[in-house]
């Protein structure tokens, strides 16, 4: 079982709809959360941090749910220029390498 | 600099070739990170830096790869008689220091082994 686990996708939503992607984690003992967004053949940036009590940027929310060791990213409204993969990434506690997950890709149509 | 460089952006070479590919990560960072990504998969971590030395190289597929920082900035990842499933792109990531925790990526070199 891989470490970080997202729906590959693709999804495909019209402009202004809302979406949402889900991530799951298998080590119960990590502690930072994070979502970032790789453009087609670019390098992976920061989107947002995710906090426990979850936390909002614009369009954008995250949640994390320890219990069930489970993060999701909202995006209400979505812009043609939301189209890219979505990594969600873990922190591994042993150390200070992150685990990314294998990417949700969105495709957002006129 | 003002961001991760990378060099060379790409690189073709033939299987059983030694390769080189280089990161100048962003001045005064002390960690740095070396990443492969292979296509429609996720970043996959390979080695981390704290200064000069690896504190992490858990994740170097084998023998054959090995990366150096002698100096505490520029690294250089070396793969020895490549193989065609060393084909990916090779990041390069650098923080400020190693809680920071947010990652800044070099755009990558595209490595093809024919």
């Known amino acids: 079982r891989k470490e970080v686990e997202q729906d590959p996708g693709p999804f495909n939503v019209p402009e202004g709809a809302t979406v949402a992607f889900n991530c799951t984690y298998s080590?119960?003992?990590?502690?930072?959360f994070f979502w970032y967004r790789q453009d087609c053949r670019k390098e992976p940036k920061l989107l947002m941090s995710?906090?426990?009590s979850g936390n909002e940027d614009g369009r954008f929310t995250a949640q994390l749910n320890r219990a069930s060791q489970y993060i999701s990213l909202l995006i209400r409204d979505s812009k043609l220029s939301d189209s890219a993969t979505y990594l969600c990434?873990?922190?591994?506690?042993?150390?200070?390498?992150?685990?990314f997950g294998g990417g949700t890709r969105l495709m957002v149509k006129p | 600099g003002a961001g991760v460089s990378q060099t060379p952006s790409n690189k073709v070479t033939e299987k059983g070739k030694y390769v080189e590919l280089r990161c100048d990560p962003i001045s005064g960072h002390t960690a740095l990170y070396w990443y492969r990504q292979s296509l429609g998969q996720g970043p996959e971590f390979l080695i981390y830096f704290q200064g000069t030395g690896a504190a992490d190289d858990s994740g170097l597929p084998n023998d054959r790869f090995f990366a150096v920082r002698p100096e505490g900035s520029v690294s250089t990842l070396k793969i020895q008689r490549t193989e065609r499933g060393d084909s990916a792109v090779y990041l390069c990531a650098s923080s400020l220091n190693p809680g920071a925790n947010v990652l800044t990526f070099g755009a990558g070199s595209r490595l093809t082994v024919l």
């Open positions: 990434v873990v922190n591994k506690l042993a150390g200070n390498m992150l685990t």
């Open positions: 995710v906090y426990s």
């Open positions: 080590n119960s003992a990590s502690q930072s």
